[in-house]
């Protein structure tokens, strides 16, 4: 059976630098609460990449499912943020590393 998973990466906006604590809190809340519900599989922040915030590995249904919480992610839908979102085909012992 394939496995997909749903990578968003945090892109920063031209308004990132105006990013206070409360954002950052709405932020971690909405971490919080789709970690709690089963959503996400990992996220972090990056650090020495020019540009980019962070990301948030979804396992979700589908796509569209993933795509639909990348928007109502804080950062993004308040505008300091935008972000890509891939499908990633899992590599594993179960499916033999997709040979």
């Not at 971690?28 to 980019?52: M, R």
């Not at 948030?56 to 928007?71: G, P, R």
């Not at 943020?81 to 590599?91: D, G, I, N, P, R």
Request: include cysteine; hydrophobic fraction near 40%; charged fraction near 25%.
């Amino acid at each position: 059976m394939e496995k997909w998973l749903y990578v968003m990466i945090i892109k920063k906006g031209k308004s990132y630098n105006k990013v206070t604590k409360a954002v950052i809190t709405r932020h971690v809340e909405n971490l919080k609460k789709l970690d709690a519900d089963g959503k996400i599989e990992l996220c972090g922040a990056f650090k020495g990449y020019p540009g980019a915030a962070g990301m948030v590995i979804f396992k979700t249904q589908s796509y569209e499912e993933a795509d639909a919480l990348c928007k109502l992610e804080p950062l993004v839908a308040e505008g300091y943020a935008t972000y890509t979102l891939s499908s990633l085909q899992v590599a594993d012992k179960s499916n033999n590393y997709l040979l």
